[in-house]
Nanobody, 124 residues
Framework: QVQLAESGGGLVQAGGSLRLSCAASERTFSGYAMGWFRQTPGKEREFVAAISWSSSSTYYADSVKGRFTISRDNAKNTVYLQMNSLKPEDTAVYFC?????????????????WGQGTQVTVSS
């Protein structure tokens, strides 16, 4: 059964940090690229970051480059999103996704499995 479960969301003040985790079943993780997306009400899902299966390549949206870091621990079937210098505009539901490919992608339709999301709220 496909399983992706995000955790680590919450409420933080602007300038603060959070680390999101996404635990995956081996079926949805081993050899797969992983991505993080976010969505706010009334808007389309937005690409945040992606990482290749070997961690050799990472990709970021311009809006988070230099502030967010994606990483993965293949031994733990877990991908992380370290978010620093958070801004109110980072407030969203954050989703992790896995892709049946070695390299990441920026478009949500290129991903095959999705988690339920975790809320991140940044207060000003």
């Amino acid at each position: 059964q496909v399983q992706l479960a995000e955790s680590g969301g919450g409420l933080v003040q602007a300038g603060g940090s959070l680390r999101l985790s996404c635990a995956a079943s081996e079926r949805t993780f081993s050899g797969y690229a992983m991505g993080w997306f976010r969505q706010t009400p009334g808007k389309e899902r937005e690409f945040v970051a992606a990482i290749s299966w070997s961690s050799s390549s990472t990709y970021y949206a311009d809006s988070v480059k230099g502030r967010f870091t994606i990483s993965r621990d293949n031994a733990k079937n877990t991908v992380y999103l370290q978010m620093n210098s958070l801004k109110p505009e980072d407030t969203a539901v954050y989703f992790c996704a896995s892709r049946r490919a070695r390299v990441g992608a920026r478009r949500d339709f290129e991903y095959d499995y999705w988690g339920q999301g975790t809320q991140v709220t940044v207060s000003s």
